[in-house]
C-alpha cells in the first residue's frame, strides 16, 4: 500500500511514525518532508498548497490514500480537487474546513446550535468594530477571520491595545484577506483542553485528550507560538466531562455541521475552556494539531491506518475502535533562538544518535534539513521530543532526558511542560 502525507512538520513525521507502524507493508511519500521524514518515507520537493502538483503526484505514484497535516491546502479545497480526480483522501472538504478557516462561520454556527462559546460580535469596518471595543469588558479577544499563520488572534489588555489590533488588520490589512473581517470576543479564562475526533458526518471515535502549552516561556510568560510541548490524557477528564462535551458540544457540532450541507470527514480538533468544569468552545481546527499529535499517536494502539481510510472512504461501514495504551506522553519543542520572530539556519543539530538509545523516548523533526551527512535547523520549531511512560511522571523525565541529550545553538525550550498535569 502507498500513503501520501502532505507538510512537513513534527505532526507529519508523528503521522508517518504512526502509520509506519501499520501491520500492512507500506511504502510512505511525504511532500515537502523534513530531515527525520527522510529516514522512514520518501521525500518529494513540492509545497503542501501545490495543489495540483500534489494530485498529479498521488495520480503518478497510485497512491491508495493521502492524509493532508496543514490547514492552508484543506482551507484551499485539496480534498475537493483530489476526490474530483477519483483519489482516495483524509481530510475535510473546503467547505467544511471553514470550521478553521472562518472565524465568523464557526461563531455563527456554534451560535445556531446552542453551542456553548464566548460571547461575540462581528465587524467588516474599524468604525463599528471600535464602537464595539469601548463598550466591552477587558481583556478581550480580537480574531480576523481568516487563516493568519497563527498570528490573527490578539488578546487586548486595553482599549488601546484593541485599537491597535483592529487597525492592523482592518486599516493595514497586515494579514491580507484574513482580517477583511474581525470577531471581537469575551475573554473566557480557565484550564484549556484539546480533544481530536475522527469524523465521518455524524459517527466519530474521540482520541485521547491533551493540553498544549502556546506560550514561549516557563510559567505561560511571553509570546504566544505554535506550541512549546504538550502532554496526554489531560488528568482531570472525567467521564460525567466527557458525557457533557459529547451532548452539548461534540454531537450539536457534527448535527449542525451536516444540516448546514458541510458534513464534516477527517480529524476535527476542538479547543476548549474549563471553567469551573464547564466546557466551552475557544476554536475549531480542521486538522490535527502541532504539537498534540506529537503525544497522541504514540498512546494509540492498533491499526490508526485502518481508521483513515474508513474515514475518507464512502462505503458508510463502521469506523473501527482505536485502542489507547494505559499511560501519558508528553512532547517538548526544542526551538531556535528567536521564535517566534526571524531565527538563524543552518545550526548543526548534535545528539539524535544518543536519544534512540533512550527507552521510550521518540524525537518528532519538524524544522530540519539534511547537509551532508548533518541535520540541520530550518525553522522557529525544530524538533519536539517525546516521552511516553506508565504515568505523567515518567513520561516528564524520558522526554527531559532526550532534551538534555540534544544540543544546538540557541537552543530554547521550556522547562515546565506538563506540570500543571501533575497539579
Excluded at 463599528?128 to 488572534?153: N, Q
Excluded at 461501514?317 to 543552518?346: C, D, F, N, Q, W
Excluded at 532534551?403 to 521550556?414: E, Q, W
Amino acid at each position: 500500500m502507498k500513503v501520501l502525507i502532505v507538510g512537513s512538520g513534527g505532526r507529519e513525521h508523528a503521522l508517518a511514525w504512526a502509520l509506519s507502524r501499520s501491520p500492512r507493508a507500506l511504502k510512505l511519500l511525504v511532500a515537502p518532508g523534513n530531515a527525520g521524514l527522510e529516514e522512514i518515507a520518501t521525500t518529494v520537493p513540492i509545497a503542501a498548497t501545490e495543489i495540483d502538483a500534489l494530485a498529479e503526484l498521488a495520480e503518478k505514484e497510485k497512491c491508495d490514500l493521502t492524509v493532508v497535516g496543514p490547514e492552508a491546502p484543506l482551507v484551499m479545497g485539496i480534498v475537493d480537487r483530489f476526490q474530483e480526480r477519483g483519489l482516495p483522501i483524509f481530510g475535510p472538504r473546503k467547505a467544511a474546513a471553514a470550521l478553521e478557516g472562518s472565524k465568523v462561520f464557526a461563531k455563527e454556527l456554534m451560535r445556531k446550535c446552542k453551542i456553548p462559546t464566548a460571547s461575540f460580535t462581528v465587524h467588516s469596518s474599524l468604525r463599528s468594530a471600535e464602537a464595539a471595543l469601548a463598550s466591552g469588558r477587558f481583556p478581550a479577544v480580537i480574531k480576523a477571520d481568516g487563516l493568519a499563520a497563527g498570528k490573527g488572534v490578539v488578546i487586548a489588555r486595553s482599549q488601546g491595545d484593541g485599537l491597535e489590533a483592529l487597525r492592523a488588520m482592518l486599516v493595514e490589512k497586515r494579514y491580507g484577506t484574513a482580517g477583511e473581517q474581525v470577531v471581537i470576543e469575551e475573554f473566557l479564562e480557565g484550564e484549556e483542553v484539546s480533544i481530536f475526533l475522527l469524523c465521518r458526518g455524524r459517527d466519530y471515535i474521540l482520541l485521547p485528550t491533551s493540553q498544549d502549552h502556546k506560550r514561549l516561556a516557563d510559567g505561560d510568560q511571553g509570546p504566544n507560538t505554535g506550541g512549546m510541548g504538550a502532554y496526554a490524557p489531560y488528568p482531570r477528564w472525567t467521564a460525567d466531562l466527557e458525557a457533557r462535551v459529547r451532548k452539548l458540544i461534540i454531537e450539536p457540532t457534527l448535527q449542525g455541521m451536516e444540516t448546514e450541507g458541510r458534513a464534516y470527514h477527517g480529524l476535527l480538533y476542538i479547543g476548549l475552556m474549563l471553567i469551573g468544569g464547564e466546557p466551552f468552545v475557544l476554536e475549531y481546527n480542521c486538522r490535527f494539531g502541532d504539537p498534540e499529535t506529537q503525544a497522541i499517536l504514540p498512546l494509540l494502539e492498533g491499526d490508526l491506518l485502518g481508521a483513515l481510510e474508513a474515514v475518507a472512504s464512502a462505503d458508510g461501514g463502521p469506523l473501527p475502535p482505536i485502542m489507547t495504551r494505559p499511560g501519558s506522553a508528553v512532547v517538548v519543542v526544542l526551538a531556535s533562538r528567536g521564535y517566534p520572530g526571524r531565527v538563524e539556519k543552518g545550526l548543526a543539530i548534535r545528539g539524535l544518535d544518543a536519544v534512540a538509545e533512550l527507552p521510550e523516548t521518540i524525537v518528532f523533526h519538524a524544522g530540519t534539513r539534511a547537509r551532508g551527512s548533518e541535520t540541520i535547523t530550518d525553522g522557529g520549531r525544530v524538533l519536539g521530543v517525546t516521552g511516553v511512560g506508565e504515568n505523567l511522571i515518567v513520561a516528564l523525565d524520558r522526554a527531559y532526558r532526550g532534551v538534555a541529550a540534544i544540543d544546538f545553538d540557541g537552543k530554547v525550550y521550556r522547562r515546565d511542560i506538563g506540570r500543571r498535569g501533575l497539579s
